[in-house]
């Protein structure tokens, strides 16, 4: 019995040992939110009014991991299903599904004074309206692209410390288009939808300044928020900037970006003509944030121009209700009011949206 013991002892020391295992670390945030919805429009003199009470809920697991010399991957798995930034809405007799998706993930490499990452990129597009303004210039305002578009996109980032700043360059793909490569159709390879950005983001004494540049370098189709088509096959620009100033114990951020297109569509002929612009305030103190948008876009692409204008307000204030090293619960009471209007000539289409809402979130 004692020598096999030891030839057992033996052969544990003699085994090949198992490959290192980076860590991999999980987090998440579970929400529930009350929202009440009251909408009211009004298109050429007919009115009609409606208004909804409506139960959503909303999981999201964070998982990352670090390989050692600077080496990373992040994820997020929510639900991606109808397009609603992760939130499900409680159907008829809770027929709803719930699926976890992997909605977005990155890795890459984060060194001294530059980084990479590859993937489905997150945007922060809630606080940078950049790409609201690209994809969505007829109607900007209520978080569109975090909304219907996950607040992500698969493509590639990199940033590298410049003077007393960081210059970052994004590229990704923003949809996936496969035609003839013919003179009638297309580009072949090039009906990709690509967009870039460039931005510096800088300080100048105590204020917060980052202007940017964004373009799709290959045509790409532009949706409403109710998700008809805008615009089909052009390649629009969007540029400004955000700036965050210190002042007492509050943070005001400003932002102001244009957005044009000037295009022919490929096979039809059709000619897309537009500008318009976007201007932003917002006021942060504490964990109250509250800010005012108001965008404006003409569409002379036709023989009448259209004009398009909006403006939006959102404030919240998130109640901490329970805090340890762990995790938090809050509670948020938030306020949407959005105000758009579209005329064409003689015609005249005003639309408001009031959403009152209550958020539970536990993070973790």
């Known amino acids: 019995m004692k020598k ?4 057992a002892v033996v052969f544990v020391l003699l085994a090949p040992s198992a490959p290192a295992a980076a860590e991999l670390r999980f987090g998440g945030e579970v929400g529930i939110r009350l929202r009440s919805e009251f909408t009211d ?3 050429n003199g ?10 959503q809920y909303r999981i999201g697991l964070h998982a990352a991991a670090d390989l050692g010399s600077g080496y990373f991957f992040k994820a997020l798995i929510q639900n991606d299903t109808g397009m609603s930034g992760g939130w499900q809405t409680i159907g008829d007799n809770n027929s709803e599904s719930y699926e976890l998706d992997v909605s977005n993930f990155i890795f890459g490499r984060a060194l001294e004074n530059s980084m990479y990452a590859l993937g489905r990129l997150p945007l922060g597009s809630v606080e940078n309206p950049i790409y609201d303004v690209l994809l969505y210039p007829a109607l900007p305002s209520d978080i569109p692209v975090a909304t219907f578009n996950l607040d992500r996109f698969f493509g590639g980032n990199y940033k590298t410390k410049i003077g007393p700043g960081t210059f970052s360059t994004t590229l990704v793909v923003v949809d996936n288009n496969s035609q003839d490569d013919s003179g009638n159709e297309g580009d072949g390879l090039f009906n990709d939808g690509y967009a870039f950005l460039a931005a510096y983001k800088t300080h ?3 204020v917060v300044v980052e202007p940017e540049f ?25 540029f400004g900037a955000n700036l965050s100033v210190p002042f007492d114990e509050a943070t005001i951020g400003l932002s102001a ?9 490929p096979n039809t002929g059709e000619n897309v003509d537009y500008s318009g612009y976007f201007l932003r305030i917002k ?4 964990t109250f944030t509250a800010w005012l948008d108001y965008s404006a876009m003409t569409d002379r692409s036709g023989s009448v121009d259209i004009d398009y204008t909006n403006t939006f307000f959102w404030a919240q204030y998130r109640i901490p209700v329970c805090e340890s090293a762990t995790g938090m619960f809050n509670l948020t009471p938030t306020v949407r009011y959005l105000a758009s209007s579209r005329e064409e000539g003689s015609s005249n289409i005003d639309n408001s949206r009031l959403r009152v ?3 539970s979130a536990m993070t973790f």
């Open 357 to 359: 809402e209550l958020y």
């Open 4 to 7: 096999k013991f030891l030839l």
């Open 41 to 43: 429009s009004d298109a």
């Open 283 to 286: 006021a942060e103190k504490g």
């Open 204 to 206: 100048i004494g105590k």
């Open 257 to 265: 970006f244009c957005t044009m297109a000037d295009d022919t569509v």
């Open 214 to 238: 964004v373009t799709l370098l290959t045509n790409c189709s532009l949706a409403y928020q109710n998700g008809m088509v805008f615009k089909q096959s052009l390649s629009p620009m969007a």
């Open 46 to 55: 007919l009115n009609d009014n409606e208004d909804d009470l409506s139960f």
